[in-house]
């Protein structure tokens, strides 16, 4: 009879140990998953607001737009938060050696962890006059063309 107990008492501390650890594995895994979507999601808001950057960059630098030309994007597909996280985009210019001017745009998640950035490459005549502002849902972004495409 004492074998049957001691038995008893060796198999239930086992399926107690068991149900720790699935329970911690499965914990981690979704935490894993969840850092993964966050990030994938940050990468693909960072890529899109530097493609968009781009795109209307490309438009305004024609010969018909005149030198020192000040203009505005206002891109109004910007969620308020990401994954129910507040964020805040920055934007940074470097100059390559070329002359050209490559423009960074990071997304920051304020009240969690996570990060992403994405590059472009603009022209030489490309300036951030400022940092992007968000009003109401409608993020900001002003940026100069001080010497546009065939204008010298």
Do not use: E, H
Not at 66 to 76: G, M, Q, R
Not at 96 to 108: A, E, I, P, R, S
């Amino acid at each position: 009879m004492a074998d049957v107990v001691i038995g008893n008492v060796i198999l239930t501390a086992t399926l107690v140990v068991a149900l720790l650890l699935f329970v911690a594995s499965a914990s981690g895994l979704a935490t894993i998953y969840t850092i993964r979507v966050r990030q994938t999601l940050l990468q693909n808001q960072a890529t899109q607001v530097a493609q968009l950057v781009q795109q209307v960059y490309l438009i305004v630098n024609t010969t018909q737009i005149p030198s020192n030309t000040n203009y505005v994007l206002k891109s109004l597909d910007l969620p308020n938060q990401l994954d129910g996280y507040p964020y805040t985009l920055t934007l940074s210019t470097t100059q390559t050696k070329t002359g050209l001017v490559t423009l960074t745009v990071t997304l920051t998640l304020t009240a969690t962890y996570g990060q992403a950035s994405s590059t472009v490459l603009m022209g030489r005549n490309f300036a951030l006059t400022k940092n992007p502002s968000t009003t109401q849902g409608t993020t900001i972004i002003s940026a100069q063309l001080y010497k546009c495409a065939g204008n010298t």
